[in-house]
């Protein structure tokens, strides 16, 4: 048994007191690690006994002597009756406390922002300018284009035709929002944020899908201002003022 253990079998059985108890209560409050060692043990005894599961000393001292190694005996020194053993309680009882233990944990942690994305983030699909296919492709402007390869997951290529649109015309904001989402749909987070935020400067009837998505890209690299973007969609008459309601619960929850 380490010392970390003994002090917190002697600290969980009441045993510590006086200046050993004030010592062992100082480093917990330093020592996050040891804390939620403490914590953990708690939880696990606490589900135990919820079960039902009761050792009386004796047999908790047999499975302790069974369970030493067989080592040269030492001479027999008088020794105090032992108290209550808590790792050796835990010890037995491990197989049963250690899955309720684990899922409870599980149950408080909140979802990461990387988690919540996953959950909510869904491609947009191609609304701003359904492609007409020609046989050559003639009459078929750059957004088509792009939004052409969008849609058939040629990633590179799109970015290639929204950059050079708007390199001869930046004041387009259904070019700017695609040229995030396919930075979105890259993965690469910072990028999008950098073109969403231009399509909802420019304030036109795409602005709120801008700003749904450029909330989750915010949301992902955890920069602020997604949760003002979010209570905006939420007044919003939309499916996105749903989704924005949904995800706040689940960020305040």
Known sequence: MTINEELIDRYLSGELSGE??????????GDEELRLEVETQKAAIAGVQQAGFELDKEEMNSWENANQSS????PTVAKPAPKSNISLYLKIAAGVSVLGVASWFLFLRSPSP???YAQFYQP????????ERTIDNEFVGPLQKGLEH????????????????LSQNPEQADMFMYLGLTYQKLGDHTTAIEHLQKSVELETQFIMAAKWHLSLSLMYCEKPGHLALLKELQSDTTSFAQKATQLLAEIED
């Open 150 to 165: 969008y849609e058939a997951g040629n990633l590179d290529l799109a970015i290639a035709v929204f950059e050079n649109s």
């Open 124 to 131: 947009l699909p191609n609304y701003v300018a359904p492609v």
């Open 114 to 116: 990387q988690e919540l």
């Open 71 to 74: 080592e040269a005996p030492e």
């Open 20 to 29: 050993a108890l004030a010592d062992f209560e100082e480093k917990l409050k």
